[in-house]
């Protein structure tokens, strides 16, 4: 009897015991924190809200016809005067377009104003003067990430609204090896000893960025030799590029500074001179670069937000920057995060693009050092092909220029790259960064690198998960 009472409390606990686990379990699946996998949506959902905020300037339908103003379309004749009259008259009005019909028309600076659209028919060339002085009085930009007075930019826009530059036609900076190009002190591109270089003045303005020299006493333009950019709208609200073609820079194509709402689609970039970046925007907010082409000396896109000491003065990054369609040629870097990253860049999104040269150097390139610092965050890459790139698909590289010789340590976290395909490269990842602040929070889902001759290079990367991710041939882990 004793031994059947027994044998019962034995198989009650028993079963006490099971439900007791079985519980547990239930409660450890039900309650469990999630797992370090990035869900692969995550970020991509803001996208729809950031567009919905890129809305281009819209212009009233009055016409000012250059030709009215003065201009002549021989390609002799020097239109400065038309193209000043025209914005002018076309500002005063209200706004509308300021057409430039079929012809070449040789120019110095233009500078737009509020509710203008400089817009270049099919078969117009405005092409811009060798001469220095037509870009005269020095207005105030930024060169290379610091602020200064310069020689103005090709086309410039200062604290403007509602602007544009549209059309079918082609702007030609006419820099090459004879002119402008030069001034880099580059023997290839046509510097011969005894000629001025950039090199003193570059030298300079860095200097009196780390000194805390007021802006308005770092006067560069006549006298110096700091190239110019080719577009730059400062300050400017509610931008529009549409079309165009540009051809032949001194310097940087397109860049925006300090604007907001900025559209710059269907415009084909062409132009390998030195530092010929195709498309900078700069502490720029809500920006839209779809449908463009890129086929540079530089690289193509090049997110940016100050130098040093005046990046980190001004602190302001570039945030909500959409890249779509877009085709990368020629360049550095197919799209680009630094080096003048000081301020920080945030939120990112590139889709859809195609990359392939054997001169273009890396697909996704981040580069920054101890001495630029910069948050960078939150950077989205999904469907782009990649034919073949010379270096790396993806390259993060702490270590640009000065290395790691400056206090202010920069951090990259949060990218997410999906369905990026690549036929050949010299390495799959190139990712460098410091012990101290390793690069975090990087997931790459569905890609396919093949030809890939020297692997992986993987220094200091903190949770780098790879999902269905395949290296010649291999699945990564």
Not at 310 to 326: M, T, W
Not at 337 to 358: K, L
Not at 400 to 417: A, H, W
């Amino acid at each position: 009897m004793q031994s059947s009472l027994l044998s019962k409390r034995i198989r009650i606990l028993r079963k006490a015991l099971l439900l007791f686990l079985f519980l547990s379990l239930t409660a450890s699946f039900l309650f469990a924190q999630p797992t370090a996998v990035p869900d692969a949506g995550d970020g991509w959902e803001q996208l729809p809200a950031i567009l919905a905020k890129i809305v281009p300037p819209v212009f009233k339908p009055a016409e000012f016809d250059l030709l009215t103003y003065g201009a002549a379309g021989d390609g002799k004749t020097d239109c400065s005067a038309a193209f000043r009259s025209a914005i002018e008259a076309c500002h005063r009005a209200g706004g509308g377009r300021v057409v430039v019909p079929a012809g070449i028309f040789l120019t110095g600076a233009i500078h737009l104003k509020s509710n203008v659209n400089l817009c270049l028919s099919k078969g117009a060339v405005v092409r811009f003067s060798h001469d220095p002085t037509k870009y005269l009085p020095a207005v105030f930009t930024r060169w290379e990430g610091t602020e200064c007075y310069n020689y103005s930019p090709f086309i410039y826009a200062f604290e403007q609204t509602n602007i544009a530059v549209t059309g079918e036609g082609t702007l030609d900076g006419q820099a090459d090896t004879t002119a402008w190009w030069p001034w880099t002190g580059n023997r290839r591109m046509g510097w011969k000893r005894g000629n001025p270089s950039q090199r003193q003045d570059r030298i300079a303005l860095m200097d009196m960025s780390e000194k805390g020299v007021p802006v308005e006493q770092r006067i560069f333009g006549e006298g110096h030799f700091l190239r110019p950019n080719f577009i730059q709208p400062y300050r400017c609200t509610n931008v529009l590029i549409e079309g165009v073609t540009v051809v032949h820079s001194p310097m940087w194509e397109i860049h925006p500074v300090l604007c907001t709402n900025v559209t710059v689609r269907g415009v084909t970039v062409s132009s390998h001179g030195p530092n010929n970046d195709g498309c900078d925007p700069e502490s720029c907010a809500d920006v839209l670069i779809r449908n463009c082409t890129f086929d540079t000396g530089d690289d193509c896109i090049a997110i940016k937000s100050g130098r040093n000491v005046d990046g980190r003065r001004i602190h302001v990054p570039s945030q909500n920057i959409v890249v779509q369609g877009c085709t990368m040629k020629d360049g550095h870097g197919g799209l680009v995060i630094g080096s003048e990253v000081s301020g920080g860049v945030r939120n990112v999104f590139a889709e859809n693009c195609t990359m392939d040269s054997p001169n273009l150097d890396r697909a996704l390139r981040i580069k920054t050092n101890s001495v630029r610092g910069g948050m960078i965050e939150n950077i989205y890459m999904r469907n782009i092909t990649v034919g073949q790139v010379a270096e790396a698909v993806v390259l993060i590289d702490f270590f640009y220029e000065e290395g790691d010789t400056g206090s202010y340590v920069p951090t990259v976290q949060k990218l997410r790259i999906q369905h990026v395909k690549s036929k050949g490269s010299q390495y799959g990842l190139f990712l460098k960064g410091y012990e101290r602040s390793p690069i975090d929070d990087i997931f790459l889902e569905d890609c396919e690198f093949e030809n890939v001759k020297m692997g992986n290079v993987i220094n200091n990367v903190r949770d780098l998960v790879m999902r269905r991710v395949i290296i010649n041939g291999q699945m990564q882990n």
